[in-house]
């Protein structure tokens, strides 16, 4: 009955593969994100998204993409991953953007070697 | 742009006591939510409580209250007889409600020790 589910939770990968994280909601929530936390628990919004619009943060590289096969998933593809990559990503939904709070999954950590 | 400021990194409180963290925060906006997530060793993401920007009084959840000085962009959360399971990194956060985004932005964080 896990609300927000990430897989997987630890993804260990080598400098210049491609991979995914997914990301499913059981809420019924209209509004999904990603968030990056790095080695100094600093949590940072990449995107968010529904089914009209997407908004990604400027300064998120571009081989970062998220794809949304429909609501209830939005799923993480990283291209040529670098060691600066090396996070905890954590996926969040929430019934609109502002005032409804946010859920959060349980995060995947990703190490790049 | 705005911003959300922890400044302090960590802190400490006997069980049974009660602690303040502090959060100020920027914003250019007049109606935005304050929120204060925690984060225990688990990794997990929780929320504490919420407050809306246009509501003076004060959130309550159990043990934990704000103190939300709007003039001041104040939004302090207060911990009532502190719990060993209260250990945790908590997260300030701020979310405009006007504009497309909606997107949280957190603070640094304060780690939070609560000692036996």
Redesign the interface.
């Known amino acids: 009955d896990t609300a927000v589910s990430q897989t997987p939770k630890y993804l260990v990968t080598q400098m210049g593969n491609d991979k995914s994280i997914k990301c499913e909601q059981n809420l019924g929530h209209d509004t999904m994100y990603w968030y990056k936390q790095d080695s100094k628990k600093f949590l940072k919004i990449m995107f968010s998204y529904n089914n009209k619009e997407l908004i990604i943060n400027e300064t998120v590289p571009n081989r970062f993409s998220p794809k949304s096969p429909d609501k209830a998933h939005l799923n993480l593809h990283i291209n040529s991953l670098e060691l600066g990559d090396s996070a905890v990503y954590f996926c969040a939904s929430s019934q609109g953007r502002v005032n409804q709070p946010q859920h959060f999954g349980d995060g995947t950590r990703l190490s790049i070697l | 742009a705005q911003t959300v400021t922890q400044s302090q990194p960590e802190m400490s409180v006997q069980e049974a006591e009660t602690v303040t963290l502090s959060c100020t925060y920027d914003t250019s906006e007049n109606n935005y ?1 304050l ?1 204060w ?1 925690k ?1 225990p060793p ?6 504490v409580i ?1 407050q ?1 920007a246009y509501k003076q009084q004060n959130a309550t959840e159990n043990r934990f209250s704000v103190n939300f000085q709007k003039a001041a962009k104040s939004f302090s959360l207060k911990i009532s007889d502190s719990q060993l399971g209260d250990t945790a ?1 908590y ?1 300030c956060a701020c ?3 006007g504009g ?7 603070g ?2 304060t780690k939070l020790s609560v000692k036996p």
């Open positions: 939510y929120f997530y984060q688990s990794r997990q993401m929780i929320l919420r809306e990194m997260f979310r405009n409600y497309s985004q909606g997107n949280l932005i957190f640094k964080g």
